[in-house]
């Protein structure tokens, strides 16, 4: 079993507000986090997993590596989606995060999800190949693995070449492997199609690309035809982590549309009631406007 500390790098730009993967591209990337953890820590229970975004202000630490998956969680519903992506920057802020993890002999892994194009106008003036290619080597050298979850504008724009690249740069023969799944849009979860990919798979033991390979490409339900993918009776901890995680961020898109509906019908009440007032300081007699203003006058005392 394979002891690791990750860190999960989530693109929380304003890209991650397309719909284009369900229910969203954020809220997949919330799924596809949950799964992470769960792999890992299913994995070996003294793994631990971290969580950081990499967009608006700048990357941001939301976690140090825990077991804690509440945490992972409460950082995830906290995070802001504006602005650009900072890719070099973001893996950067990683491999800090990973020096000062509390178990020395654990691995070092970071795993990025992006959905982002790298556009060096608005994002990153440093996310070029060149740089990135650079921070490969130096990741490597760290001893530190590198996986990529491409999905949504990363899939079919120069995003993708780049990011090859740079699994090519950081991998070799040591460690666990560097991977590169792209992920294209489909009917099932995010999460659905990362499960068959070696990012999740620790062991190495999927259908598409074993351990080892660098860039897998999948797409659609996964394999099987179970929940999330996974066999309940293989992994019945697993599977029911998904399912509560699942279950718990359907409740919350539930709370927040009634609370919008509930915003619309306070605001519509009180239109109603403006209305009324408005009505009610009509003259009783049907009068117009007109004549309102000269009555008052006649009776007023002299």
Known sequence: MVLEATMVVVDNSEAS??????????????????????????????????????AGTGPTVLNTPTTNYGAILAGLHETKIKGQIRLGTAISVAMLALKHRANKSQRQRIVVLTCSELDQKFGD??????????LAKKCKKNNVSVDFVAFGDAVESSTRSILEKFVEAVGGSSGE???????????????????????????????????????????????GGFEFGVDPAADPELAMALRMSMEEEQNRLERERRAREEQDRQNGDRMETITEEGQGQQPANGEGA????PRVEEDKPE
């Open 17 to 54: 507000r397309n719909g284009d993967y369900l229910p969203n591209r954020f809220a997949a990337q919330t799924e596809a986090v949950s799964l992470i953890f769960n792999a890992k820590t299913s994995s070996n229970p003294e793994s631990a997993v971290g969580l950081m975004s990499m």
């Open 125 to 134: 003036m440093h996310d070029t190949e060149k740089e990135l290619v650079k």
């Open 177 to 223: 492997g560097n991977y590169l799944a792209v992920i294209p849009p489909g009917p099932g979860l995010l999460s659905d199609s990362l499960i068959t990919t070696p990012i999740v798979n620790v062991g190495g033991d999927v259908g598409q690309g074993g351990g080892g390979m660098e860039g897998v490409e999948t797409g659609g339900p996964a394999a």
């Open 290 to 293: 007109d004549s309102k203003q």
